[in-house]
């Protein structure tokens, strides 16, 4: 894994390339058969091939509202990151949507916040996930001692089987299922790329020692940060990073 490779762009309708299809929206009724008041103008889903189990989409209205995105998946984490008013006139809001499957075709509804689920969406999305990571595992097995239940919190954690040739990161939830992964292929016979020390900081970026050098990356991949023992002056990073 290098730096982020940026947004897969895919081919619209039209011939043309774009992030995702970009389609005129239509205006909706509301479950109590009334015109909707917000019209989406267009959209755009924006894959990533440094990270495939985590998408942008992007949604331009004729007026503000407040919008609900709906997937199948309910252990999604589904996050407004942007919001305003473009030079258009239109407004513009991105949503990162994470802890989705590697190569896996995706349906999403948009609608606004205050009208039912059974109320007509604003617009209808689908796109497909990019290919997984070198060494990705789609779940673990969860045992329990005893009949407690399990906390609802993600495990976060690092894997280098030493039988295989990647190393890397894994977010699991209660349920095993892998919600985030970053990985990368290592030599197998000195281990150098296991990713030690790893931590996961404040702003949702990745912190750990492999390959004799310190690392922060964002959860896109894109390497932040790099630190190797030469520039340094250093013999060797070893277990652990205190910031």
């Known amino acids: 894994l290098g730096e982020n490779e940026g947004a897969q762009l895919t081919e619209s309708d039209d011939g043309s ?6 389609n005129e929206g239509a205006t909706d009724s509301d479950s109590n058969g009334s015109e909707s008041e917000v019209e989406v103008l267009e959209h755009a889903v924006i894959t990533y091939t440094s990270q495939p189990m985590v998408v942008d989409v992007d949604l331009w209205l004729d007026a ?7 997937l199948e998946d309910q252990g999604l984490d589904i996050e407004q990151t942007m919001e305003g008013e473009d030079a258009e006139n239109r407004w513009h809001y991105r949503y990162r949507i994470r802890g989705l499957q590697p190569q896996t075709e995706y349906e999403l509804r948009v609608l606004e916040n205050d009208t039912s689920e059974n109320s007509e969406p604003l617009a209808s999305l689908s796109w497909a996930t990019e290919a997984p990571l070198p060494g990705y595992q789609a779940s673990f097995t969860v ?3 005893d009949n407690s239940d399990i906390a609802q919190d993600y495990r976060f954690f690092d894997l280098a089987p030493w039988e295989d040739d990647f190393a890397g990161a894994y977010m699991v939830d209660q349920e095993g299922r892998t919600r985030f992964y970053l990985g990368e292929k290592q030599n197998a016979s000195q281990k150098r790329a296991s990713y030690t020390g790893l931590k996961l900081r404040d702003d949702g970026s ?3 020692i492999s390959q004799n050098g310190i690392w922060i990356r964002d959860e896109l991949g894109s390497v932040l940060a790099h630190y190797n023992t030469e520039s ?3 013999h060797n990073f070893h277990h652990e990073v205190i910031e």
């Not at 390339?17 to 970009?22: R, V, W």
């Open 17 to 22: 390339d774009s992030e995702d299809s970009a």
């Open 64 to 70: 503000p509202s407040e919008l609900r995105l709906e």
């Open 143 to 145: 045992s329990q001692k």
């Open 206 to 208: 990745l912190l750990y």
């Open 232 to 234: 340094t002056n250093a």
